[in-house]
């Protein structure tokens, strides 16, 4: 909203009043305002809830209602914030100025329980026990790579202030999460894509990895790959959280306001894929993106919706109509069906799916839902690319997930070659 405000501003000279909804106000007229927006933006601010309710509810906030910052009826507080003229606070100041100074890099000695207790009330955790990064386990993990630990691997401007992800602050998230050095290439390509999806409602991640590297560390995408029983998937899925929340920025009720939140969050459905069950034709992720088969990339999706197949998927019945199905309660316009092989091997023998194409095609030309109130029939996923299809587990039983994940070029998430970050 800001950024939008500030283009009319500036750009196009036109008095602009920002709209943030009463749990922002505060980021936007203080955080935002200082990092991001650099522009003097009056707002004017909304109460909860808004989404789902009634037009009657928003015809009342607006014409019945008091705004939120100023305590004016929200008409009059419109008008004031375009006609009155600027306070001395609220004038253009210039660029943005420098972030707050980075924590030290070090912290004084205390005992185990101290330092525990300090980084949960700083909120540098998932409010699991962590490894303390010592100085001495920082640089054993920083043998991992042959990057040096000043390395600028991207620069976050959001959520406000600017901050160096480097090599040195992913291996620090990386000891805390309980990583072994091995693991520290994949965690360098996942700190390319953070800070993880966040919004309002309840958004999840999926990170997805392929090639070489999924033997090399030892993760799992066989038997049980969406359970809590591996160390490289765990460890991996929970820095991408550490690192979010650190060198993100990223906190309850000051830079994210979701209702109720995600449990994925804790790993963020890290897995990888089962390349070796792949029917033959079936391409692995990361061919189909493009890369080299024996390239290791990392692949990161955002999504809100999983929903798990309740019943075994046999050769009488054409499994993907029911995973169309499925499909229809989605409503991003993009989805991800995470399979077991023996169900792809079923796509393939007997349901003639050659390749992951040709399945992403069907879905795309014949899921369709039902738009209301008109009642017309759309194709939510008009464009083969926008599903993808992922091959995981033990091949114990005929079991599948659909989820809305976003995976692939022009994605919010992307790829990242792993293998640059040795």
Known sequence: ????????????????????????IKYAQDHDFKYTNGSPIRYISFPFPVAGQPQSVHHRYIFEGKDVVSGKPMMQAFI?????????SEKYKGPAPDPDPAESRF???????????????????????IILPTEERVADMLKGTSHKPNKVIKILDWPGGRREVTVERVATCAVMAGAKREYLPVILALANHIPFGNSTSSMANIIVVNGPIRDEIGMNYGTNVMGPHNEANAVIGRTYTLMSKTIGGLHSGKTTW???GSTMQYNNVCIAENEQALPEGWEPLHVQLGFKPNDSVLSVGIGWSYISSVVMAVRDHPVHMLM??????????????????????LLKDSLGFKTKDQLSKWFSENVEKTQYPSGAKIKPFNQASSVKILVAGGGIQTTWFVTDFMLGPGMLGGSTRIDDWR
């Open 80 to 88: 004031d914030a375009l006609t009155v003229p600027l306070t001395d």
């Open 324 to 345: 169309g199905d499925y499909m229809k309660a989605l409503t991003m316009g993009s989805a991800t069906v995470i399979m077991d092989p023996s169900v792809a091997d």
């Open 107 to 129: 912290l004084g000695p205390d005992t185990e329980e101290n330092l525990q207790r300090l980084f949960k009330d700083r909120d540098w955790t998932d409010y699991l026990p």
């Open 1 to 24: 909203m800001s950024r939008n405000c500030k283009t009319l501003e500036q750009n196009f000279k036109i008095p602009t009043v920002g709209g943030a909804a009463s749990n922002i």
């Open 258 to 260: 979701s209702s109720l």
